[in-house]
Each structure stands twice: as structure tokens, then as C-alpha cells.
């Protein structure tokens, strides 16, 4: 049971590993303005809205390739109920991204893409984690 309990927080460590590399990627492609912080929930507001779609959609991918390799990690390191583990990393994917989609206005697209992806590639990352060898 404990590996189970470090396996999902193993994989929540790499969703969030993947989804802070995405987004530096997608900030360092397209800075914030000067004066405007990530501190200040208004600014990221106004950031999210002038955003053009490739920043946007960096973004949603760090989500998805985030549960895809998250989900992954915790059913490889899990050595029982491996569907549990992954499962769980990406429910709690799923439901930060929600969280994050209510806190700062976000294009529906990216919302629906990414809850949609979490939810696939979860459940993928799950079946690759879950093969033998």
C-alpha cells in the first residue's frame, strides 16, 4: 500500500514537472507584457485573453502529455491495483485543471480539450504503465 501511496505521488510530481515545463515554454515563446506579473490574477486574466492560440494551446498540451506521463508513472512504480494509482493522478489532473479553468478565464476550446485529453491519455498512460516488461 505505501508504494501505492509514492506511486501516485510520484505521478503527480511529473504532471506537475511536465505542465511547468509546458508553460515555459509556451511564456518564454510569448512573454508576459512588461509591468504585468503571474502574481496578479487580473493580469494573468488580461494575458490569457490577448494569448494567441499556439501560446494557448501549449499550454492545454502540458495538461494532457502531463496526465499521459503522470498517470504512467504511478501505475509503472505501483505494483498493485496500478488502474487505482493512475487513476487517481488523473482525477486530481483533471480536477486542478478544472480548478484552474474557474480561477482564470480560459478559451472554451482549451477547457474542453484539455479536460478531454487528461481524461484519454490518463486512462492511455494507465494501459502503457500497466504493461509487462
Known amino acids: 500500500m505505501l508504494r501505492r501511496i ?3 505521488l510520484a505521478g503527480i510530481v511529473v504532471f506537475g514537472i511536465v505542465v511547468m515545463l509546458f508553460d515555459e515554454i509556451s511564456h518564454r515563446m510569448y512573454p508576459m507584457p512588461e509591468g504585468m506579473s503571474m502574481d496578479n ?3 494573468m486574466a488580461d494575458y ?3 494569448a494567441p492560440f ?6 492545454m498540451l502540458g495538461w494532457v ?3 499521459l506521463v503522470g498517470a504512467f508513472t504511478a ?3 505501483s505494483t498493485t491495483h496500478k488502474r487505482l494509482a493512475a487513476g487517481i493522478v488523473g ?9 484552474n479553468a474557474f ?9 474542453a480539450g484539455g479536460l478531454l485529453g487528461i481524461t484519454v491519455m490518463a486512462h492511455l498512460g494507465w494501459k502503457l504503465g500497466d504493461r509487462k516488461g
Not at 480561477?103 to 477547457?111: E, Q, S, T
Open 6 to 8: 509514492l506511486a501516485v
Open 41 to 43: 490574477m487580473q493580469d
Open 48 to 50: 490569457i485573453a490577448a
Open 54 to 59: 499556439s501560446a494557448m494551446f501549449m499550454v
Open 65 to 67: 502529455v502531463g496526465a
Open 75 to 77: 501505475a509503472r512504480i
Open 91 to 99: 482525477a486530481l489532473a483533471f480536477a486542478g485543471t478544472t480548478m
Open 103 to 111: 480561477m482564470l478565464p480560459h478559451p472554451w476550446w482549451m477547457v
